[in-house]
Structure formats: C-alpha cells, structure tokens
C-alpha cells in the first residue's frame, strides 16, 4: 500500500509513472503491480541521488583520522580528503543513523600543499601529507589534547611543538608483504620507499625487496626499527 508514498513524490517523479495499469485499487487503498513499483524505485532512485549531492559545503575542523568534517542539513558529515576552511562539493557514500560519509567532488577552495609520495592516493600509511606541515603539527596536538581529555579526563595545556625535518622523522615501520595496508582496505600497496621513515629503513626495504625477488620468498609481516 503506497498511498502516502505516493503523495510525497514530486511532479517530476509522478510524471515517471504514467501508466494507470500499474496501480490497482484495493480496499481503498492504492497497491501496485510488478512494473508500477519498478517505477516508484526509480522515483524514489532519482530523488535520492539529487539528495547525495551538496554544493558549497565548509569544512570547519577535522576528526582523530584527519577527514575533514561538516554539517549539511544538521548532520554530521566526514569527508575524505578535506581540510578546515576549504570549500567543496561532495557527493554521500555512506549514510548511518548518527553520521554520514562523503567523497569531495570539486573544491571552490583548496588549502592543500603538492603531495610528493608516489603512493599517498592509495596507501594507508599517512593521512594528512596533503595539509601543510605546520597545519599537521596543529591537527596532532589538538588529537592529542582530544584524546587525553576524553579518555582520561585532563584538560591539560600542551607546551609547544619540538618538531624537526617534515620527512623522514619516523623511526619505525610495519610491512605486509613487503607494502602497506591501502586506506580502509586489508590489501596492500607495495612500496619501494616511505618518505616519512628514517632513509636507513629505506635502505632495508630495499634489501628485503631484492631478496624477496631473488628467493621468491613471501613475508607477511615485517616490523623495522631504528
């Protein structure tokens, strides 16, 4: 029975069933045939696809996992791959009862800096290379604050940031055969260098390669350390 589904389709979506043998007149209500719900799904198809799209969306800060995240019609929204105070249009890829999910589709404004990793757009390793270093050292200290506040109930104030190069300050890696986990996904990406490790680690994931090459052995998990 379809009656009040009916009546919230839009001109344009009733005009998508035209045809009268589709509904059939039972009880007083409306109830439909085979072909005339096809076509309500497709109504209801389109009017939800125009629903996934927001225009001009403001980003105005950023959760633990960097995505940038925003409000469109008073809901919470993450988006990947966006920055606070950048503008974009997105496009809904998720939707749950609390929160939903969005890709950006076109940025009216844009903060990122030039991402020089080969491998960022699929690798899972970092998250936040695109934001300018500065920018980055400010999203780590407000997750740290965040973080301590929540878990452990201290609102503290943080000294300032000791930091040094941009790149090549980690002195700790995880392999899977020989790569890192792509972004949400158990499948990796098999890398020939991290710009964000010491280069004495990249020299052992050189070594490794060339051995796993010439051996045809297969390592699952390898932890490097410096």
Avoid: W
Avoid at 75 to 83: C, E, G, K, P
């Amino acid at each position: 029975r379809i009656r009040g589904l009916y009546e919230e389709l839009t001109a344009d979506e009733k005009a998508l069933i035209t045809n009268l043998s589709d509904f059939e007149e039972i009880e007083n209500g409306i109830y439909l045939t085979k072909s005339g719900m096809k076509k309500v799904i497709n109504a209801f198809a389109f009017e939800f696809a125009k629903r996934s799209e927001y225009k001009d969306i403001k980003i105005i800060r950023q959760d633990h996992k960097g995505r940038g995240i925003a409000k469109v019609d008073e809901r919470i929204v993450f988006v990947d791959n966006a920055l606070p105070e950048e503008v974009c249009d997105i496009e809904i890829i998720k939707e749950s009862k609390k929160f939903l999910e969005a890709k950006a589709v076109t940025f009216k404004k844009n903060l990122k800096q030039e991402v020089i990793c080969p491998y960022y757009d699929k690798c899972g390793g970092c998250n936040v290379l695109h934001q300018k270093y500065q920018e980055q050292l400010k999203f780590k200290e407000n997750k740290l604050k965040d973080i301590l506040k929540k878990f452990a109930g201290l609102d503290l104030k943080l000294n300032d940031i000791i930091y040094g190069e941009e790149y090549h300050y980690r002195n700790k890696i995880t392999l899977h055969n020989l790569g890192l986990y792509q972004k949400k996904s158990k499948t990796p990406v098999i890398i020939d260098r991290c710009l964000l490790v010491h280069p004495k680690i990249n020299e052992v994931i050189k070594r490794l390669q060339d051995y796993s090459r010439q051996s045809n052995n297969i390592m699952d998990e390898v932890m490097i350390r410096v």
